[in-house]
């Protein structure tokens, strides 16, 4: 293979020849696409918060109830799950939402362990508001673009997704 192309058993699943598009001398971190997409991430979640202001939720709360509102957990370790949180971080997230009058808890009369979940009007209000805040941050960082470059973009990030997906070594945590 020439020295564009290596050999890396770790993509192997991949199929397709590794492209070294970074190489470790001359390396600028600035430059690197996961620094671009964490800072992009940053100021995300900066506006959004920003936006989110008056209605008193924190970038932390709104992620857990707009899964709730739009069905992808019925129960605390689902959401869990969902929002890639462990039990103990998400019991502490619904202790902030209850408290907010936003969801309720209540314990399975099947199964005692099992803790289910529900928004409450004052929650399911809140959780309507969320997408449009979501829309108009989003929208925001991508004044400029044209459709076409938007679905590019799009394209290029869910092939990452993908890829990163493929590569991704099971742990403990994603294996349950």
């Known amino acids: ?9 770790f993509i192997d699943a ?5 492209v070294d598009f970074y190489q470790a001398e001359g390396y600028k971190p600035d430059d690197s696409v996961s620094y671009l997409m964490r800072r992009i991430i940053a100021l995300l979640a900066h506006g959004v918060e920003r936006e989110l202001e008056p209605t008193g939720l924190t970038n932390a709360q709104w992620v857990p109830l707009l899964k709730l509102y739009m069905g ?7 959401l869990a799950r969902q929002c890639d949180l462990d039990a103990g971080s998400m019991t502490r997230l619904l202790d902030r939402l ?7 808890r209540t314990r399975s009369c099947d199964d005692r362990r099992v803790v289910n979940l529900e928004l409450t009007d004052a929650g399911r209000a809140a959780a309507r ?15 400029g ?7 590019t973009l799009k394209s290029y990030l869910r092939r990452m ?10 742990t ?3 294996e349950k």
């Not at 293979?1 to 058993?9: L, Q, R, T």
């Not at 673009?145 to 679905?151: D, T």
Request: charged share 20%.
């Open 1 to 9: 293979m020439d020295a564009k192309h290596s050999y890396n058993p």
């Open 72 to 78: 992808r957990g019925s129960t605390a370790a689902e």
């Open 14 to 18: 991949l199929s397709c020849p590794l």
């Open 129 to 143: 508001e969320i997408p449009g805040i979501l829309c108009g941050v989003q929208n925001a960082l991508l004044a």
């Open 98 to 104: 209850e408290a907010k009058q936003l969801c309720r």
């Open 172 to 174: 403990e945590k994603n």
């Open 145 to 151: 673009f044209s459709v076409e470059e938007w679905q």
């Open 161 to 170: 997704l993908d890829t990163a997906q493929t590569l991704q070594i099971p």
